[in-house]
């Protein structure tokens, strides 16, 4: 660490200053911060007594110590004539602004180094931070769920001038939707060792990049239950404060390197919903300090509702179904769309061979219904395809399913899982003309599919229609064919998930 002559050589002359938060008023003096908790009571915290500012204060030092403990030199106190009680405060070093993180970002300075050993640092707390029953509560899909809910009746209790008058509503209902079906999920979390005892407010702001390593201040201190959380949730906060100033590549490469320092294979959706949950948070934070008079602060109520509606759009798990009769390039898009959405596909014609014990490439072609096509052998792999996707869905990844789905029973089936994992399906039943399917099929190298030009035209002469399905004209060019998906995949809008990916795959 280094010695508190470095901050002073570091800091030079400087200027007092006053700086307020929701909750606190700073006062920048000399090399000295001193902070003075408001006497406010905000609901979810309650400052209007000395002691509980004291209490505060000393808890702020004693959590503040774990991530930078050069800076937070102690308690201090503030007499005044005729109080009785001395004000408490904390005492800390002064940073030098040139140096939060914040300011490199917003001036484009390189920060990939800085945010590497910042994600290696919080993963390594992550690793030693206390773990336990009471911790591990507040990582249930419940406590998450009421965390949300509580956010949701305080909004609500605010006016919220100048929002969107469905956005809340639409936040609300995806939420809930991802909640329902993911209990397995955070079950898992907890399963392994995911929740812990970790900062729980992480802002560029309040990260100052030193040569010999960073110092992390401000951590959450008025409510240990919203400071134990999964590890992933703590990063993400840092991710959503990025891509609020205008640096998302920087957020995807935090989560990548946070991913790889601590071993987290999370799916993409629950990471989409935590940068969702933290962008919400912010916004409450924001609307609180508008009714206290704040400039600026509606204005950024309204980009952190933005953000939230945005992630937790891409964060919605969905089951997609793309069929069609063989020769219609359904692998080819299901492969291609599954890349597009960072979704797990799962093909009928692999499983079916894997059941049966055969290598995937092997021939088992056979007439139309008879061999592994027999209605016994096409209904268990069917089932086998549902189960293996509900058991994904319910992890939080979203599933490309490619099968046929020349069966109205097997489509029902499809639907019954999407609904019991709350997940959005969607049902795409790509065509081509007759011929060029029949030239695809004479052409295509040997695969897992065994079906040939006999079996397209026997299919074709039995398949019912979908009305429930999205067409999706493959004769063209493969690009067209996914641009046609996604838009009944994401109806929103464009693919928001360009940058935020599986964020251990993101590239150094």
């Not at 906060?237 to 995807?252: I, K, Q, T, V």
């Amino acid at each position: 660490m280094n010695e508190p002559g470095h901050y002073k050589s570091a800091m030079g002359a400087t200027r007092a200053q006053v700086r307020e938060t929701h909750t606190a008023v700073l006062f920048f003096m000399e090399d000295h911060v001193y902070k003075v908790k408001k006497r406010v009571d905000l609901g979810f915290l309650d400052y209007t007594s000395s002691t509980a500012r004291r209490t505060a204060c000393e808890r702020e030092i004693d959590l503040n110590r774990r991530f930078a403990p050069d800076v937070y030199l102690g308690l201090g106190e503030l007499r005044t004539p005729g109080e009785e009680e001395p004000e408490p405060l904390v005492v800390m070093r002064r940073m030098p602004d040139d140096l939060r993180l914040a300011h490199l970002v917003g001036t484009g300075a390189p920060v990939g180094d800085a945010l590497r050993v910042v994600a290696r640092q919080l993963a390594a707390w992550h690793a030693v931070a206390p773990r336990g029953p009471d911790i591990e509560e507040q990582g249930t899909r419940d406590a998450l769920t009421s965390r949300w809910e509580s956010s949701f009746a305080q909004v609500d209790t605010m006016t919220a001038e100048g929002l969107e008058s469905d956005a809340p509503a639409e936040i609300e209902r995806l939420v809930r939707e991802y909640l329902a079906g993911r209990e397995p999920l955070f079950d898992m979390r907890i399963e392994q060792g995911r929740v812990v005892d970790g900062h729980g407010d992480l802002l560029a702001d309040d990260i100052f990049c030193f040569d010999d390593g960073p110092r992390i201040l401000d951590c959450l201190e008025f409510d240990d239950h919203l400071r134990y959380v999964d590890g992933l949730d703590d990063a993400a906060f840092l991710a959503m404060d990025l891509e609020l100033l205008g640096a998302p590549e920087s957020a995807a490469f935090f989560l990548a390197r946070y991913g790889e320092y601590s071993g987290d294979p999370a799916p993409p959706s629950l990471w989409h919903h935590y940068v969702a949950y933290r962008a919400f948070v912010r916004a409450k934070v924001s609307m609180i300090q508008a009714r206290q008079g704040a400039p600026g602060a509606r204005a950024a109520a309204q980009r952190f509702i933005a953000m939230t509606l945005r992630h937790l759009r891409t964060s919605a798990v969905g089951l997609t179904l793309v069929g069609g009769l063989p020769g219609t390039g359904k692998s080819t898009l299901s492969g291609a769309l599954a890349d597009r959405l960072g979704a797990v596909l799962l093909s009928s014609d692999r499983l079916r061979k894997e059941l049966a014990g055969l290598p995937v490439e092997q021939a088992a072609a056979a007439a139309y219904g008879q061999g592994l096509y027999t209605p016994r052998w096409t209904a268990r792999t069917y089932a086998a395809l549902l189960d293996r996707a509900a058991a994904l869905l319910a992890r939080g990844e979203s599933v490309v399913l490619d099968a046929t789905w020349t069966d109205p029973a097997q489509r029902e089936a499809a639907r019954r899982t999407a609904e019991s994992a709350s997940a959005a399906l969607t049902a795409l039943h790509c065509h081509v003309p007759k011929d060029v399917a029949a030239d695809r099929l004479r052409t295509r190298a040997p695969g897992a599919s065994d079906a040939d030009i006999g079996v397209a035209d026997a299919m074709s002469s039995r398949e019912p229609p979908w009305s429930g399905a999205v067409p999706v004209d493959t004769s063209g060019p493969l690009g067209s064919a996914v641009a046609q998906a996604l838009e009944a995949v994401r109806p929103w809008g464009p693919d928001q998930a360009k940058v935020f990916r599986r964020p251990y795959m993101q590239p150094d």
